[in-house]
Nanobody
């Protein structure tokens, strides 16, 4: 099993910054893809940013140029630096990791951390 613990959410004014962290522990082989998703109230959960084991990144259009995803492989920790936050960034942010065990890919989720941006 793999456990994910997120931290760093909170309340911030528009234009401010937050940094989310996701600590991964448990039975880790290779974390092939790590990502951040968010779910605003009444909406579906959407991908915010992802990073592969070799460092390739992908971002939602709405956060490009403002958010930066990174990982510390030695610490099995994922980060999301969020700058120039907007009220529409308000959501619960979830950490997600995927890894293969043999030929089967497993996905794991954190419990979520609330980010609230006030205008």
């Amino acid at each position: 099993q793999v456990q994910l613990v997120e931290s760093g959410g909170g309340l911030v004014q528009a234009g401010g910054s937050l940094r989310l962290s996701c600590a991964v522990s448990g039975t880790i082989f290779r974390l092939d893809v790590m990502g951040w998703y968010r779910q605003a109230s009444g909406k579906q959960r959407d991908l915010v940013a992802s990073i592969t084991f070799d460092g390739s990144t992908d971002y939602a259009e709405s956060v490009k140029g403002r958010f930066a995803i990174s990982r510390d492989s030695a610490k099995n920790t994922l980060y999301l630096q969020m700058n120039t936050l907007k009220p529409e960034d308000t959501a619960v942010y979830y950490c997600n990791v995927r890894q293969y065990s043999g030929t089967i890919q497993y996905a794991y989720w954190g419990q979520g951390t609330q980010v609230t941006v006030t205008s």
